[in-house]
């Protein structure tokens, strides 16, 4: 089944890594001499893939989890046809290039995620899974399956070490992801040296412990062996598979199987030795014709053939059940059906209610489901908490993939990888939850959405020390202005159930930036005019709740949350100070800094000197609205174990201490 | 072995709980009422603690992982006779109380760590056995076993499903940590419902697979059995040991089994219904008098004698080994030995010598390691990128437990809830490293290190875009100012060697306070001037590096780590164009922020606002000192793959640019 032009292939892909590492001097060279025989094998044999038509919707996806194996993935790419010439090999690793040192998505055809921060390639191929099984459930008819291909991820030793990597296979194995199929490069060496000075765990034993499927090919230079795995991997639609692979990193080179070879260029003279174990007589960057035409053959011209009986699968589809094939097509290209905001409360301040804004988003978040079958989203085991399951929606189960509220178990980091997953492999609107204060637990996956530009939206729920009672472990104090430093990320903190409202507008609107939308615990009484404001408002950041009297105030109290209320009554009791100031709610920095001059200007005049910030949070930042000598009213100690209320007021967040700390500053 | 009173004392126990709760109106009964004959046993018939003295180095160490459970472990410590008064238990939660919603280490006698964010308890645990290993290896000698104890875990579910439970207990499989026993409290419910929504792996495969012994007490109200559990699991010193113990969550309760009686008090109608199945007629906080005397039998007086046994061997100890004694009790006292300052180079601007900080910083561990024998630390994975191996010391691997260089393994977060634990445990100097951009993988521990007080010290390389070549994964952005946000921490960038020695003098000294290193990866030039201010400048967060000749300049420049040296070549061009301003070298903002005011007006002068932040990371929170008009030139974008050196520039960190936008400003 394998011949000499098959190993030549391999050899080839081997040959242009290493040719590409050492031309850019900088890159990892080990992964791609083990690997590339089961890569080559997967790409030309199994995977599903139209390089001409990289977009297609239901091709396999394949994640090259240890992204640092980049060169591999890029020579993949250039002699698969896509594009990725051997120009953008050759600048490989230089700004501006399509081959950057870690794979990026949106930069480079044919890469389906950013990775090299370990764990997570992992986790966002158990997201494209979890979108597959869903789609399946949702679009596929009897004789119509329009969604059904596999996910395949490469992960290394260092992606099964992290702690992310236990979240998601443990996900993945409750979730009988059947269709998910993992190669996992085994050599036995991480950056460091050998894995066995800390990491000797039974993989087969931990997986099975996970529900999987354990395959073993103890030779991974053996393609027959390779392949026959894949071809059992792929018929147990029951289970995922991780299949270990024995290789050696380096494979040729001279210090292969150890880590001198895991991270720098090979060198001229150690090239020089790999080129004569492979018999390799062409120059740099030379691929022998026969070997472009294995390819052409085995990928192109297949997946071509692919493409269009799924195009012809698709096209009866649509005449069958048009509207399916609609809502199909409208999910992929990210479009929301607005009408949910007819389906929300009407909220006024003359109702005098008072509701916590986690629970308002909880009736968003429902309205959003019933119009938009492509929304779905979950919960890291804080359901009860965060509000955020859609109530007409079901479970998303083994039994039950068209459900809609996943239950992500308690697996932050876990989930926030998933979501990304899931938005990377479109035909879904998604978000997550858990505390605010567990944002951290999740962070380096946030920072993958920003970075992919992939609209996933994160409800964060007990947002401050007003969480009471749970204390310092569960009350953010740095959070909120840890989360505005990200580049490419949307903070919402809503001083309503208005500005809730419009949060979920922005954050449904995005189209290349994820929003974190920050939520009470606590009830907050629906502010007036916001009913009027506050959708406007959002979407701008920042806009004056309530006016002085005068053309240019005495002062300016900036404030968001649950604090703007607090600023209103301080302005109350200033005024009867014959203190005139303005307050603004300011629900989010970043959509503030994307107004105009002008319009800035109108909100925070420029020459009112005297700003108060009021926000139970960290200071830092804030001076950026109240300037260095400006007042900045926040937390910069842990919270406190006790009755929420008198927290907040032991943390002087009071009208006294407002309108005090106000008048003294003037 | 167990008789009538045991069982009334696990009953009051759970009563003593349950009326906590209920009392406060907020809190857990679940884990209470299901986990308690488990920590009766341990407590009462394997913990080797001393309540009256309760620091007592030797003692074993017990870690409630599943920190909402906090009402048990509060009831256990007031029956144990440690500092916990009834009156503390009717004021749980509440503000001042040392009985808070979740275990806080430092604010109650006895609670060994800070608990709640589930799976860190866990892996604080694991840092305490590697901590008990290491200081046996290091001090015990024949007949002389001054630390030889155990360390227990309480966990639940949700601590099972954590990313981190998967890093530390692969860790500890590794390390053949014998001496740690974990009692995983499995009874099928987390906050949400049934676990198997979403967890269903096989614990006993999964933990076989890391190497740990598994065994398991079917029933959980049977005492016998986790007796013998825990005499077996103790037997093993070559394994960890996991004892699954099956328990009904609410045990008693009418909503026994289920999510409901998780995380809220019962109410007053199913207390009366759980008082009733526990024949329990004494009033709420009553407790039998042969309850209290049980314990003072069992752990009250076994532990003085525990106690006064140690204090023999040590004493004797002391005799026979006067200089490890003295070692040893310096260790316990956090006390460093301050020759390593005279180990390293000596570095002045004359030498025209370049190196990256992180080269400097390998230096510095490694003297520090020859002249404090308890100083120790790891890396995840990246000994040779972090630098961060002490020359002169081995792997720390279970045949070498004397060995100082931690091989954590591709595990950050696990990594750093380890070195709080080892820093809990105390007997040691502990630091860690990894990627600067990967400290997103560790905040929620690097979060309790600072919430614990615990001064463990994080050497964060790779520090900015100068990263260059693998690109925008790998560049941080956010991270120094988020850094900067968390309560408690001290952030130090240097700009040199000397600036690096400085930083480690400040982290060494720190009592309370962990300690955040950011190093370059690229070289760095010794500036002009260190070699003298250096020392004082770090430990005093900023200092003027570089006057102006006129008394109060023209402007200031003020810039961090690398861009120190751009602010000075930018200070010469800039003079050249007759405008005379001031170089200010920031380390550490939170430094700064403790001087007095006139030390920070002699280096900031109010009166300048010509001012100018220099700094490749995101600029919100420059404006602390430039102010709102002020300039600050940052990164408020993702960084990019390319040759180091170009993508600075592409950024806009050159003198010209620098000097261009000052001049524009002024």
Chains 1, 2 share one sequence.
Request: hydrophobic fraction near 40%.
């Amino acid at each position: 089944m394998f011949d000499k032009t098959d190993k030549l292939s391999v050899n080839a892909i081997r040959m242009l890594s290493i040719d590409t590492v050492e031309n850019a001097n900088s890159g990892h060279p080990g992964l791609p001499l083990g690997a590339a025989p089961m890569a080559y094998t997967l790409w030309t044999r199994h995977l599903k893939i139209d390089p001409k038509n990289s977009k297609w919707l239901d091709r396999d996806r394949f994640v090259l989890s240890a992204g640092h194996g980049s060169a591999m993935l890029y020579s993949l790419l250039h002699l698969s046809g896509y594009q990725v010439s051997l120009d953008s090999l050759q600048h490989f690793r230089k700004e501006g290039s399509v081959t950057p040192g870690h794979p990026e998505y949106g930069l480079t055809d044919g890469v389906e995620a950013t990775t090299g921060p370990l764990g997570q390639g992992l986790g966002m191929a158990v997201g494209m899974a979890m979108a597959e099984k869903h789609l399946a459930a949702m679009y596929n008819k009897p004789k119509f399956k329009i969604i059904d291909h596999y996910t395949y991820s490469l992960v290394s030793d260092g992606d099964l070490m992290e702690g992310i990597s236990h979240e998601v296979a443990s996900l993945a194995g409750h979730l009988n992801l059947g269709k998910l199929i993992v190669l996992y490069d085994s050599n036995n060496i991480s950056l460091d040296g050998p894995t066995d000075m800390a990491f000797d765990e039974d993989i087969q034993k931990r997986f099975k412990g996970y529900g999987w499927q354990y395959l073993k090919v103890a030779d991974g230079n053996k393609l027959e062996s390779i392949d026959q795995a894949l071809s059992e991997a792929k018929e147990n639609t029951q289970q995922p598979t991780i299949i270990e692979i024995k290789t050696i990193i380096g494979y040729g080179a001279p210090k292969q199987g150890t880590n001198k070879v895991h991270g720098n260029p090979l060198g001229k003279e150690s090239v020089a030795v790999a080129r004569k174990f492979y018999h390799w007589s062409y120059a740099p960057f030379e691929i022998p014709a026969e070997v472009y035409s294995r390819f052409r053959e085995l990928v192109v011209k297949n997946g071509e053939v692919h493409y269009q009986k799924w195009q012809a699968v698709f096209d009866k589809y649509q005449k069958e059940y048009p509207e399916l094939a609609h809502q199909f097509r409208t999910s992929f290209a990210n479009e929301v059906n607005e009408e949910w905001s007819q389906k929300v409360p009407v909220y006024t301040a003359e109702q005098q209610l008072t509701e916590a804004s986690r629970a308002t988003g909880h009736k968003v978040i429902s309205a959003i489901s019933k119009c938009n079958p492509h929304f779905w989203g979950g919960s890291a085991d804080l359901f009860s908490s965060n509000k955020t399951d859609a109530e007409d929606s079901q479970a998303f189960e083994p039994e039950n993939p068209r459900g809609r509220n996943i239950w992500f178990g308690v697996r932050e980091f876990g989930q926030a990888a998933v979501l990304n997953g899931i938005a990377l492999h479109g035909g879904s609107k998604v978000y997550g939850s858990t505390f605010f204060v567990f944002s951290d637990y999740l962070r380096g996956a946030l920072r993958l959405s920003a970075l992919q530009g992939l609209p996933v939206t994160y409800v964060f729920t007990h947002d401050s020390i007003a969480v009471g009672e749970d204390g310092p472990t569960h009350e953010p104090i740095e959070h909120l202005m840890n989360m505005r430093a990200i580049p490419n990320v949307n903070v919402i903190r809503p001083a309503d159930a208005n500005e809730v409202i419009g949060a979920w507008k922005v954050a449904l609107a995005s189209k290349k930036t994820p929003t974190v939308l920050v939520l009470s615990r606590q009830n907050l009484p629906v502010l007036p005019g916001t009913d009027r404001l506050a959708a406007e408002g959002v979407k701008r950041g920042a806009y004056v709740i309530s006016h002085s009297q005068k053309a240019i105030p005495a002062g300016i109290l900036i404030a968001t949350g649950s604090e703007v209320q607090l600023a209103l009554a301080a302005q109350s009791k200033l005024l009867e100070n014959e203190i005139d100031v303005s307050v603004v709610s300011m629900p989010s920095f970043e959509l503030f800094e994307h107004q105009s001059q002008s319009y800035q200007e109108s909100v925070l005049p420029n020459a009112v000197d005297a700003r108060m910030s009021l926000e139970m949070g960290a200071t830092l930042g804030w001076e950026r609205y109240v300037g260095r000598k400006g007042l900045a009213l926040g937390i910069d100690r842990f919270g406190a174990s006790g009755d929420g209320t008198e927290i907040i007021n032991h943390y002087g967040f009071t009208v006294d201490n407002v309108v005090q700390l106000f008048e003294k500053h003037l």
